[in-house]
């Protein structure tokens, strides 16, 4: 293996930690380069407020950029729909690894599934999108929010708080914990967040060499669906507290869906499109104009510019 390591800067939380191993470890079977993990506090892990109150937008992202931008470390590996759809100044995207599952898991006490709770059941949840769709299919339920690491919220139903959580499938499988889960819901179930089981590798744009490096390990086929998925999000100019949810998938062709849901659950836009992959932008934004010209404007913070829920992975 050639040359010094390569400095990966990540979030602490064990989730953060586990999947930016598996970059790292992605990245030196393909490449044989060495890379070690820097690990670093963000603003949305030290702040115990709700997300809704520090911004939302890039709380969990801005301390990786600035340690890239001041060559603390040489790339860094987020969760992408933590990312922001605007581009950073001086950095560029060079990979989107192969994309996890992308669905939500609910954890309950006792395994119970969802219709299974009792009425006015309080699950935990810190994105507005899954309390809109638990409230779409049960409205009696009571989505309570809360922060902190999948372990934290876990042990929030352990401890009797609430009786369920709502966590990524994907990041539940990064930290080994899938025994957890009572069920897994269905895109057409509940909508998964834009991006959600994706992974985004920034670096430097200056840095050419780094980002060809880091193409490896890119997947074409992730990188065009959560492409779509963002173009959406950004044509959406959808806000932190915005209950939006989006899945692109395809090989050949692409197919879009999403839904922009009002806070109560108590009603829901939804649209789909599908096109040739290279045309994943234009999707994203074909099904974001037929969402605003349907009246999505009401459900979204058009001053905000992007959705971001702080949920891991």
């Not at 990245?27 to 949305?44: I, K």
């Not at 890239?68 to 060079?94: I, M, N, Q, R, Y």
């Not at 980002?211 to 086929?221: P, T």
Request: proline letters at 5%.
């Amino acid at each position: 293996m050639n040359g010094a390591p390569l400095r990966l800067g990540t979030r602490r939380s064990p989730m953060a930690m586990a999947q930016s191993a598996h970059v790292a470890e992605l990245l030196t079977a393909r490449t044989g380069r060495r890379v070690e993990l820097v690990g670093l506090s963000t603003t949305g892990d030290v702040s115990r407020a709700e997300l809704t109150q520090i911004g939302g937008t890039g709380v969990f992202v801005s301390t990786l950029r600035e340690r890239l931008l001041d060559g603390s470390v040489d790339f860094a590996v987020h969760s992408l729909k933590d990312l922001p759809t605007w581009t950073e100044s001086g950095l560029v995207l060079a990979a989107v690894p192969p994309r996890d599952d992308p669905r939500d898991a609910l954890a309950a006490r006792n395994g119970d599934k969802l219709a299974d709770l009792p009425p006015g059941a309080r699950i935990g949840t810190g994105s507005p999108r899954r309390a809109a769709q638990l409230l779409m299919i049960r409205p009696d339920l009571r989505p309570v929010p809360i922060r902190g690491n999948a372990g934290t919220r876990l042990g929030r139903v352990t401890s009797g708080e609430v009786d369920a959580v709502v966590l990524a499938y994907a990041g539940l499988a990064r930290i080994g914990r899938l025994d957890v889960v009572s069920q897994v819901f269905e895109p057409e179930e509940m909508m998964p967040a834009p991006g959600q089981g994706a992974l985004a590798v920034e670096c430097l744009a200056s840095r050419a060499d780094l980002a060809e490096l880091l193409g490896q390990i890119d997947d074409q086929a992730s990188r065009a669906a959560t492409d779509a998925e963002r173009s959406l999000l950004a044509a959406l100019q959808a806000g932190c507290t915005a209950p939006v949810g989006a899945y692109a998938a395809g090989t050949d062709a692409l197919r879009l869906d999403a839904i922009v849901a009002a806070a109560d659950g108590g009603e829901a836009l939804r649209a789909s499109a599908a096109g040739p992959v290279s045309e994943a932008g234009r999707i994203g934004r074909q099904v974001a104009a037929e969402l605003l010209s349907r009246g999505a404007g009401r459900y979204t913070d058009v001053s905000a510019g992007h959705l971001t829920n702080g949920d891991d992975a």
